[in-house]
């Protein structure tokens, strides 16, 4: 995770995808303080190395940045902005060692899971 002074210097990065693809991590969260329709924290995040440019709007990396702005705002109930092409709004509560998540998603696929068929006897 690398955090900025700036939401709008999140916002207006442009990654060489092709060297963050060579990281030995799986992704990489930019954040800052503050940001759009006063979000407690802006970000974005790139997964080049997963087939991931960069994920519209990210619930894992929700998870790490809601301890982290909770710790250092001094609250545990955030709204954080992505400021990715599509963006998004993610509202995050801290509870202990869990972190709740909330928002509006984007349904992209649907389908149905079945259990397999038993053997014959």
Known sequence: MVVLDDPAAVAALRPDL???AGMTVR???VTAEGGRDGADATSRYFAPAVGIAE???TGSAHCTLGPYWAARLGRDDLVCHQASARGGGVRVGVRGDRVELGGRAVTI???VLSAP???PP
Do not use: K
Request: negative net charge; aromatic residues 0%.
């Open 117 to 119: 068929a038993a053997p």
């Open 109 to 111: 696929v649907e389908g």
């Open 18 to 20: 092709a060297r963050l």
């Open 27 to 29: 992704g990489l969260i």
């Open 55 to 57: 994920d519209p709007v």
